[in-house]
């Protein structure tokens, strides 16, 4: 017997392809959730631009590189995130966004990074860029998982490129020879994947394995989202349970366990 024999066929599923292939995109469990995200990211971008709210947020966000320059660009995408991570409703409906899969994935007793992160990727600019990297390289814990939640449709240099497991581990083994991020990347490319993910769908993928993204050559700006998540009783790294992570979930039996204490002078 194993573990599987206690997951729905469904769920085995699911299960098998974020081993293999490292990700798994679905659609969002909260569509209006996520309707509503995309909605409040171009108010408060147009209201950073002093424009009026426009009634296809979709085409905002998408064409926001006609209307901002790549100076100013760094200061929109704050106030758009902090605008977004200050509205009491935003975290647990990016929750919603993915509840079933990081269930499945993970677990349901979890703890969920304090701040979701935003990234704005506009046509031609260099400026955005991150460089090929796995998040555990600086400081994550490799128990964690990331939900990705784009805004607009990403493909090809608009999406981020994903390496498959099967050749994560023989890619770190040769960096010592490599001498520059861009090397690596250049090593890793032919294997690589843009991972194509239309609106209204997300993606939890296994952030042990190398990722980043390349100059975006299409013709619309990228807007994503990204948040890890973990079980709370699983190991930490650097960023740590009440500082960078904060509990979403706790069941009552494992409350319980938490605040017993035994009575004084007993050993078991």
Not at 27 to 41: E, N
Not at 208 to 216: A, D, E, Q, Y
Request: glycine fraction near 6%; include cysteine; aromatic fraction near 10%.
């Amino acid at each position: 017997m194993t573990d599987t024999d206690f997951l729905q066929a469904d769920e085995q599923a699911l299960a098998q392809r974020f081993i293999d292939n490292g990700f798994v995109t679905t659609p969002a469990d909260d569509r209006a959730g996520l309707d509503r995200i995309q909605r409040r990211a171009a108010e408060l971008a147009a209201d950073y631009l002093k424009l009026p709210h426009s009634n296809d947020p979709y085409a905002m966000l998408d064409s926001i590189h006609t209307r901002v320059s790549v100076d100013d660009l760094n200061g929109l995408r704050l106030h758009v995130f902090n605008g977004l991570n200050a509205e009491a409703w935003f975290r647990p409906t990016y929750f919603r966004l993915a509840r079933s899969t990081i269930e499945t994935i993970v677990g349901n007793e979890l703890c969920m990074q304090r701040r979701v992160n935003l990234s704005i990727q506009m046509p031609g600019d260099d400026s955005s860029l991150l460089a090929t990297h796995s998040d555990v390289w600086s400081g994550d814990s490799p128990f964690e998982v990331v939900v990705w939640v784009p805004l607009v449709d990403v493909h090809h240099t608009k999406a981020m490129y994903l390496l498959p497991p099967s050749l994560n581990g023989d890619m770190q083994d040769r960096m010592a020879s490599l001498r520059s991020a861009e090397e690596l990347y250049k090593t890793i490319k032919p294997h690589a994947t843009f991972i194509e993910i239309p609106y209204g769908h997300v993606m939890l993928f296994n952030q042990t394995l190398m990722h980043g993204n390349r100059v975006n050559e299409e013709p619309g700006t990228r807007w994503s989202m990204n948040c890890r998540f973990k079980s709370i009783m699983s190991p930490y790294a650097d960023k740590r349970f009440g500082e960078f992570f904060e509990p979403i979930l706790l069941r009552p039996a494992t409350r319980v366990g938490m605040q017993y204490k035994l009575p004084g002078g007993f050993h078991g």
